[in-house]
Structures are given as structure tokens and as C-alpha cells.
């Protein structure tokens, strides 16, 4: 009898470690897509203008020091909402515009424009494929 209520008591902590995985599941999947499209949307709005002062650099550096700012905390908020893969990807990104240089450099930026470019597309794709499973 010691064995079957061994065995019941294991098997209750499987299913209850089941079951709390897969609320986990619900959960994260609820909240990626109430604030996954919103922040999207926001990367996207400062690659725009992180373009447009690009072409008058030498005028915008305090803009583009914000613009990096808000995205550094726009990606650090979306991070934890993400696959493994992609989350690589946007922890690589965070990294470049924390260690960007100071003065800035339009060089610098226009590479962290680049990979925010590419991490955007990246984000478009990991959305519906998100929608399809």
C-alpha cells in the first residue's frame, strides 16, 4: 500500500508541474499578445526617426542619444516575451546601444540601425509565425 501511495504522490507532483507549466504557457502567450504589437510598433516608430536624424547628424545627437535610450528600454521590456533565438538576437542589440560611444559616432549608429532594422523583420516574422501555432 506504501507503494501506491508513493507512486500517487509522484505522480500528483508531475501533474501538478504540468499543469503550472502550461498556465505559464497561457500566460506568457496572453501577454505577448497584448504588448507584443504595441511594442513593435514603437521600435519601428524610432527606427523611422532614428533614420531621419541620421541624415542631419552633426544637428541630432541629443535625439538620437534619446531615441537610442527608448529603445534600449522598449527592447529590454519586449526581451522576456521572446523565443530563445530571437531573444539572442535582441540581448545583442541591447548590448550594442549600452556600450555605444560617447560622443556619438555615426558610424556606431547607423550599425545600430542596421541591426534594428534586421531585429524588426526578424520580429514581423517571429509574429506570425506565432499566430500560426
Known amino acids: 500500500m506504501e507503494i501506491i501511495g ?3 504522490s509522484v505522480l500528483g507532483a508531475v501533474l501538478s508541474a504540468y499543469v503550472v507549466w502550461q ?3 497561457i500566460r506568457m502567450r496572453f501577454i505577448f499578445k497584448a504588448r507584443f504589437p504595441e511594442l513593435l510598433k514603437s521600435l519601428k516608430r524610432y527606427a523611422r ?3 531621419r536624424n541620421l541624415n542631419s547628424f552633426d544637428e541630432s545627437h541629443r535625439e538620437i542619444d534619446t531615441l537610442l535610450t527608448k529603445c534600449e528600454s522598449t527592447l529590454k521590456s519586449l526581451e ?3 523565443s530563445k533565438e530571437v531573444k539572442i538576437t535582441a540581448t545583442e542589440l541591447i548590448t550594442l546601444i549600452s556600450n555605444r560611444s560617447k560622443p556619438l559616432n555615426k558610424n556606431n549608429v547607423w550599425g545600430i540601425y542596421n541591426n534594428l532594422q534586421a531585429l524588426i523583420v526578424t520580429l514581423i516574422n517571429f509574429q506570425k509565425d506565432i499566430e500560426w501555432s
Do not use: M, P, T
Open 80 to 82: 522576456s516575451k521572446l
Open 23 to 25: 498556465l505559464r504557457q
Open 6 to 8: 508513493s507512486i500517487a
Open 49 to 51: 526617426e532614428l533614420s
